[in-house]
């Protein structure tokens, strides 16, 4: 049993050096490149045969790699989202290679998502995300209800004039997309309906204050605000475990200067024993 344990504290200490991440950091990089250059049947043709041992060797060092870490960690591994996230891909790499499954062998490429498991601030901006999520769910709905209103407005106005663009809510809701986004919005939507409602830019830049300058700033908000947070939070805990040290540093020392202090006593105590 010890040296079951002893050895998945060295397999520990090597999976978390810092050479051994580096090194599958290139290999993400790298494998992320080749998968690239698979889908061009130029570069193929060429260099087809190594670009496939390539990727077949990659495929089986993040294989050695993963099971590494599983034996270092044990059960703990999976209650890692990150290293759920890492069994997913490389478990989604090893799908057969047939028609049925073809999306699958096409999802390799999430092996370049393995660069946020590998880089700490790539993982603080996803954990900001994350942590954003029920705040911009609000926003998310918020802005469902100002496309919804202002569906129904401009179906009811522009609907028999322009069916292409405002003939349904479902119509009025992907055009008024198209608007938020800006997109050939004033030249190919909003001119020629003003050419019969040359008031209709009225509803148009409501929509589009609304929309895109109010309420998509609020999702740039939210994030930023997040990952601010996330930051503090670090900090704090970074400072909570300094003045841990610092408590535990100042008892050892109060220690050594009592043992001190019981050492010159002795010490005098001697000394005056033999002047007698």
Avoid: C
Wanted: no cysteine; charged share 15%; proline share 3%.
């Amino acid at each position: 049993m010890a040296k079951f344990r002893a050895s998945r504290e060295f397999v520990s200490q090597v999976v978390e050096h810092g050479l051994f991440q580096k090194a599958i950091m290139t290999l993400i990089i790298l494998n992320s490149i080749v998968l690239g250059l698979q889908t061009s049947p130029e570069i193929m043709s060429y260099i087809g045969t190594e670009i496939n041992l390539f990727d077949e060797g990659v495929l089986v060092i993040f294989i050695i790699e993963l099971g590494l870490r599983i034996y270092a960690k044990g059960m703990f591994f999976f209650r890692d989202p990150w290293g759920v996230f890492d069994f997913l891909v490389v478990a989604i790499t090893l799908a057969p290679i047939n028609e049925s499954l073809a999306v699958l062998r096409a999802l390799r490429v999430l092996r370049v998502f393995r660069t946020i498991s590998t880089v700490p601030r790539l993982r603080r901006i996803v954990a900001a995300l994350l942590n954003a999520v029920p705040a911009v769910g609000a926003i998310i709905a918020l802005l469902l209800l100002v496309f919804y209103v202002f569906s129904v407005i401009t179906t009811t106005l522009f609907g028999q004039e322009f069916p292409v663009y405002f003939g349904t809510i479902g119509k009025s809701m992907f055009t008024l997309f198209q608007i938020m986004t800006l997109e050939s919005w004033s030249m190919g939507i909003v001119r020629p309906i003003m050419e019969i409602y040359p008031w209709a830019w009225i509803v148009f830049v409501i929509f589009l204050i609304v929309s895109s300058f109010t309420v998509l700033n609020l999702f740039i908000a939210i994030i930023i605000d997040s990952i601010q947070t996330l930051n503090n939070n670090e900090k704090q805990k970074d400072i909570g475990d300094l003045g841990f040290n610092k408590d535990v540093l100042t008892s050892q020392q109060e220690q050594s200067l009592a043992l001190l202090k019981t050492e010159l006593e002795d010490l005098k105590r001697l000394i005056k024993e033999q002047s007698r």
